[in-house]
């Protein structure tokens, strides 16, 4: 199943309000640790974050760096908005959708994304997007779930995939290395701390 981007926001939008909630195990368990980990490679004075979601990053942003955050969700980015103003965090909201970056080439240090290329209709789309934005020398930075190198699980993540995409409108099964392998970075490195599935990508443009 593929869904287009605006089914994708509607999903988004839906799962915007308890979205913290229905993560929050795993975000204890696994997924901060992630996050510290791809947030401490960050580097520059003007850092893109796309698909900011609720704003679960905002903890980890580097200290006197200009930071523009991006989402393609209205509902998904007024949780941002709220928490941005709880946490006093220091960063420019906007909507807009990764596919189609309203920036001008070469602006950005860093880039960095979390969970973001599961959900993209179309992640070649999406990832040039992220190459022309990002400075000559620069580097886009990015923690994804992937399918699985074996052949039993990821014979299982194909299965299930309809049914995660149907209902969040998530993709488990996309292969995001070989993909940004594929849009012109000078070097694509994966970071040794990764696991099976979770994948912590530095590409270098």
């Keep these: 199943m593929k869904l287009d981007s605006a089914q994708i926001q509607q999903r988004y939008d839906r ?12 975000e204890g368990l696994f997924f901060k640790s992630w ?27 580097p200290a ?17 908005r709220n ?6 965090s220091n960063v420019d909201l906007e909507l807009m959708d990764v596919q189609s970056l309203h920036y001008a080439s070469n602006s950005f240090d860093t880039v960095v994304g ?17 190459h022309r934005v990002c400075k000559p020398g620069g580097r886009v930075l990015l923690l ?9 699980l990821a014979g299982i993540m194909n299965l299930l995939n309809p049914l995660v995409v149907s209902l969040a409108g998530a ?16 070097k694509v490195r994966v970071d040794e701390r990764s696991s099976d599935i979770i994948k912590l990508i530095e590409a270098v443009k």
């Design 83 to 88: 928490k941005k103003n709880r946490k006093h």
């Design 171 to 186: 993709n488990i099964n996309r292969n995001t290395v070989k993909n940004v392998q594929a849009c012109g970075f000078r």
């Design 144 to 152: 994804e779930h992937v399918i699985s190198s074996r052949p039993v």
């Design 35 to 61: 996050r510290t980990k791809l947030w401490e490679s960050v580097e520059g004075q003007h850092i893109l974050e796309v698909g900011v979601g609720t704003g679960k990053n905002f903890d980890y942003y």
């Design 15 to 26: 799962l915007a309000p308890y979205f913290d909630c229905l993560e929050a195990m795993m």
């Design 64 to 80: 006197g760096a200009r930071i523009t955050a991006i989402d393609f969700s209205p509902k998904m980015l007024e949780q941002a």
């Design 114 to 130: 979390s969970f973001v290329f599961c959900s993209v209709p179309s992640p070649m789309k999406g990832l040039k997007e992220l």
